[in-house]
């Protein structure tokens, strides 16, 4: 299975075609397209035949790891299963193919599966109002911060500019918080990985719109002072935003609407069981309090007795993030799975990831530095400094390794309070034998760092291929089959 | 207990047992007390697959769906035809349950087809670089919009009024909140007005957004745009129709900096507005101010060839609130649907798709001239076209749904001055029996 794989370009032969047409049944128009808008040069499209066309893209599936293949512990993601009948649910012709612009007489399944699914997300996080329309979490973190600024400005607080993220937080924080034309103050971890409240209430001013927080935080630690923070951040005028990105830990064991958070946004792909598809799609909603809820993206569903509409006549809000109203199919599988679990299945949930992670953290905890060392929620931070320090290993190539045993990395070198990070999120669809199988594995690697370093550097061994030249596709990039022709 | 949950009670003993604690309550001590919850309160469920089968079908069965009527709406999504081949890709586990591929060695599939994806929108756009994907082509258009002033340094943008309502109002969401100035160019016979654009542009503005075949269906002047923008210093962005582009010159050729567009006509359904994808693709010059992910091709240590996330330093992860912008999670899935429908239809393929769009629509217009209805610009137009229908058109649409049609779209909200305006979309799935009826329903008897 290692032949070199060849590009669709590379299959290419004039007169091949994977497709079947009808034959036109009206006659060519007379109108002709005007010369100066013509396309002078055919895009060369790849012409292969079907079969080549799936073989090529069978094989190409072959080179991936994914979470129907194995354990994929990438923290902060959420990789959990990914149910099968979801899938089937969400291709059902009902609800693949709606025009969005149908009349809503023609689309009340699809309203009423929408405003279920949103009920059930205020009633799971504890908010009065939620908007599906983001379409993923970064989209849902610059709505959300959105909507804050115009429930600011409304009350006529326009100074307030700033907002603050802890140093631990994840990238998308800081970057939304410019998208939505905020500057960012940066509040450190105290030593148990949590907000230190002293720095944070060092950093409070009448120009502070308020904070973004991860609860667990991204270090899987539970802000343990949450009432307090977020007492000194009402106090001061401000609001509380949540990355819902571990919401997976919290589901029926707390609400961030009960924590004191005003705004809060949801990543159906990975609480809420949607698959990941390579990169997305995924979903972002936010849910919010009472207060902010005029200020939501328009269109906002809502219900008339027996049927359901849109309300476009909100002349507080926003605006819109996106055409139309989101990422619908990905509602459809979230939906399905919440209806799966119900109450006390997604309390299990909870319960299950917590447990899965504490019990893994114990398995290899003596082979690596822990930054904190506490109960975990669903997910936990480890550090590779000693066998860097020691050995001249890193994270890296220790992660790598793990590829060599048939484990997908856990997310590295994030969050970056901690040096050599490896953040690991195990999830509740995985069973103690997986489990005991990773933990057996990142100690066989500590221990071959030790007694074998060059072996974990020059890993991964048994891929299709080995570790990739990421600087020079940096430095003189090729992105396209056209530029490398060239 | 669901299917999903694999440990059972003796495990998770077991594992208790391992941490030293007696329940599994005893590792949530650290949330405070005032919030903690028993469980989720009042959620229906739990249902057994069969139950939730039923239940979710019973939902379906409650719209109406293409397969139900025949359907001459689009204004953004279309009604193309999507080959089987397309969900075999991707339903796919290796595909659709991976994530961003951040460790390539084992992301081979992922990165090569975001590779051969990038290569095709390039050759339809005719342009040097695109990202792996946007998440729609509304918020490609407004991250474009942030590019240019970005590159340009300045703070205003000209949108055309002929751009679709739903983006450009997407657009002044997104530069409300940074101070980036929208002003709108009003239209003349269906296209930008050039007096209007010229009175507007000056050397404050950083970019002219366009669209093309416009929203009214009426193909623009992207040559001459592109002109009037450089000539004050200013970038041309350009939304397009992908499936235009195997007929029209790209608007790489024709001088515009970006190119953005929404993908779902590229084998993504309707789904009811999403997910689809939205392309962003730009000159070389650019390359370094591109938002979201971009896959490169280099060597492994053998010196095979491979892919990789590259130029990541423009991203996020990376530059936190000084990247060039805040996706991380993408449209990667929908995507490569756009891929594998692209490498299916081919170079004829794609061509015989748009000619088929295109003699079709034309056919569709004509028989509505025949029966009262007025062609409101007489610019070339590619899939879609705007009428002035002799009644209101929410009558006609009402009248035509009776008839199993999905009519066209009502133009009376967004654009009120084109009196009963109604904008028809034709793709290639439309056959002649269909248009023949159509007309006839839609306007009677020929006059
Ligand atoms: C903590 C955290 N916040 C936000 C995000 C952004 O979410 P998305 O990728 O859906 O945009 C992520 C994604 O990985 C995350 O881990």
Redesign the interface.
């Given at each position: 299975m290692k032949k070199p794989v060849k590009l669709l370009n590379e299959l290419s032969k004039p007169g091949r075609r994977a497709c079947s047409l009808p034959a036109s049944d009206v006659p060519e128009a007379s109108e002709k397209i005007p010369e100066k808008f013509a396309r002078k040069e055919d895009a060369a499209l790849p012409e292969v035949s079907e079969v080549d066309l799936i073989r090529h893209f069978t094989r190409l599936s072959q080179l991936n790891y994914a979470v129907d293949v194995g354990f994929y512990p990438l923290g902060s993601c959420t990789m959990k299963y990914n149910p099968k009948v979801n899938e089937r649910l969400s291709r059902l012709p009902g609800f693949l193919n709606l025009h969005p612009y149908q009349h809503k007489d023609l689309a009340q399944g699809a309203l009423e599966l929408m405003y279920g699914l949103k009920e059930m997300l205020c009633e799971i996080t504890g908010m009065d109002e939620l908007t599906l329309q983001p379409a993923a979490g970064a989209h849902g973190e610059m709505t959300g911060l959105m909507v804050i600024k115009a429930a600011l400005e409304h009350r006529g607080e326009k100074k307030r500019t700033k907002i603050i993220v802890p140093d631990s937080a994840h990238g998308t924080n800081p970057a939304s918080a410019t998208m939505a034309g905020f500057e960012v103050l940066v509040v450190t971890s105290d030593e148990r990985g949590n907000v230190d409240v002293e720095n944070l209430k060092s950093l409070m001013s009448d120009e502070v719109a308020g904070i973004m927080l991860t609860n667990p935080n991204t270090l899987g630690l539970f802000e343990e002072r949450i009432l307090e923070i977020a007492k000194i951040i009402h106090d001061a005028g401000g609001l509380l935003y949540y990355d819902g990105a571990n919401l997976n830990a919290n589901l029926g064991i707390a609400r961030p609407g009960d924590m004191g958070f005003d705004v809060v946004h949801l990543n159906l792909h990975k609480t809420f069981s949607t698959p990941h598809g390579g990169g997305g799609p995924g979903s972002g909603p936010i849910g919010v309090k009472e207060e902010l809820a005029p200020f939501l993206p328009k269109p906002v569903i809502v219900k008339e007795g027996n049927s359901y509409r849109f309300d476009y006549d909100r002349p507080l809000s926003i605006g819109k993030v996106r055409s139309f109203y989101g990422n619908f199919n990905v509602m459809v599988r979230a939906y399905a799975y919440i209806m799966t679990m119900g109450s006390e299945g997604l309390r299990r949930v909870a319960e299950d990831a917590v447990l899965n992670a504490n019990y893994l953290l114990e398995r290899v905890r003596e082979n690596f530095v822990l930054p904190f060392d506490r109960r975990c929620k669903h997910e936990f931070v480890i550090s590779g400094s000693r066998q860097k320090k020691e050995n001249g290993v890193t994270t890296l190539d220790m992660v790598k390794r793990l590829i060599d045993y048939g484990f997908h990395p856990p997310t590295v070198y994030f969050p970056l309070v901690v040096p050599e990070a490896m953040m690991v999120e195990p999830n509740e669809t995985e069973s103690i034998e997986e489990l005991d199988a990773f933990s057996e594995a990142l100690n066989a690697i500590a221990e071959e760092a030790r007694k074998d370093p060059e072996l974990v550097k020059n890993s991964p061994k048994t891929t299709p291929v080995t570790r990739l030249d990421e600087v020079t596709a940096a430095k003189r990039p090729v992105v396209t089959w056209i530029t490398e022709e060239e | 207990?669901?299917s999903?949950?694999?440990?059972t009670e003796a495990?998770?003993r077991?594992?208790?047992e391992?941490?030293g604690v007696s329940s599994?309550e005893d590792?949530?001590?650290?949330?405070?007390k005032?919030?903690?919850?028993?469980?989720?309160?009042?959620?229906?469920?739990?249902?057994s697959?069969d139950e939730?089968?039923r239940?979710?079908?019973?939902?379906?069965?409650?719209?109406?769906?293409?397969?139900q009527?025949v359907?001459f709406?689009g204004?953004?999504?279309y009604?193309h035809?999507v080959?089987s081949?397309v969900?075999?890709?991707v339903?796919?586990?290796?595909?659709?349950?991976?994530?961003?591929?951040?460790?390539?060695?084992?992301?081979?599939?992922?990165l090569?087809?975001a590779?051969?994806y990038?290569?095709?929108i390039?050759?339809?756009t005719g342009m040097?670089?695109?990202n792996?994907?946007m998440?729609?082509?509304?918020?490609a258009l407004a991250e474009a919009a942030f590019m240019a002033c970005g590159v340009t340094k300045r703070d205003k943008v000209l949108a055309a009024k002929t751009v679709?309502p739903?983006?450009r109002?997407?657009i002044?969401?997104?530069t409300?909140?940074?101070?980036v100035t929208v002003e709108e160019v009003g239209y003349k016979d269906g296209v930008l007005d050039l007096e209007d654009l010229a009175s507007k542009l000056d050397d404050s503005v950083a970019a002219v957004l366009v669209q093309s075949p416009n929203f009214l269906g009426v193909?623009e002047?992207v040559?001459t745009l592109a002109e009037m923008a450089h000539d004050k210093g200013a970038m041309l962005v350009v939304s397009a129709d992908p499936i235009s582009?195997?007929?029209?010159?790209?608007p790489g050729?024709l001088g515009a900096d970006i190119v953005t567009g929404?993908g779902q006509a590229l084998g993504n359904?309707?789904?009811?507005?999403?997910?689809h994808?939205g392309f962003l693709a730009a000159t070389k010059k650019l390359?370094r101010k591109m938002p979201g992910?971009?896959?490169?091709?280099?060597?492994?240590?053998?010196g095979?060839?491979?892919?990789?996330l590259?130029?990541?330093?423009r991203?996020?992860?990376?530059?936190?609130?000084?990247?060039t912008?805040?996706?991380?999670?993408?449209?990667?899935?929908?995507a490569?649907m756009g891929a594998?429908y692209?490498?299916?239809?081919?170079?004829?393929?794609?061509?015989?798709?748009a000619?088929?769009c295109?003699?079709?629509?034309?056919?569709t217009m004509e028989r509505l001239l025949e029966r009262g209805f007025e062609r409101a610009f007489g610019g070339?137009f590619f899939k879609e076209f705007t009428l002035r229908a002799p009644e209101p058109v929410e009558t006609l649409?009402a009248r035509l749904?009776r008839e199993g049609f999905?009519g066209g779209?009502d133009l009376s909200r967004d654009y009120p001055e084109i009196e009963n305006g109604w904008l028809v979309a034709v793709t290639?799935r439309r056959?002649?029996r269909e248009?023949d009826r159509f007309a006839e329903m839609a306007g009677g008897e020929k006059k």
């Open positions: - | 207990m669901s999903y949950l694999p440990n495990d998770r077991k594992m208790l391992a941490l599994v590792l949530f001590e650290d949330i405070p005032e919030v903690r919850q028993k469980g989720v309160g009042g959620l229906p469920g739990p249902l697959e939730l089968v239940h979710l079908t019973a939902l379906s069965e409650r719209n109406c769906h293409l397969g009527c359907c709406l204004a953004g999504i009604d035809f080959p081949v969900d075999a890709v339903s796919r586990g290796e595909f659709y349950t991976a994530y961003t591929p951040y460790q390539p060695e084992i992301s081979q599939g992922t090569t087809a590779f051969e990038q290569s095709m390039c050759e339809l040097y670089v695109t792996a994907s998440y729609d082509g509304a918020s679709h739903e983006y109002e997407v002044r969401t997104y409300r909140f940074r101070d193909i002047d040559k582009l195997a007929l029209l010159e790209p050729k929404e359904p309707a789904s009811f507005g999403g997910p994808f390359l992910r971009i896959v490169g091709q280099t060597t492994d240590l053998e095979r060839r491979g892919f990789v590259t130029l990541q330093a991203e996020q992860h990376i530059r936190r609130e000084k990247a912008s805040n996706i991380c999670t993408n449209q990667a899935l929908c490569l594998v692209m490498a299916s239809m081919g170079k004829e393929g794609l061509k015989d798709v000619k088929l295109y003699d079709k629509a034309h056919y070339p649409n749904l999905l779209y290639e056959t002649r248009i």
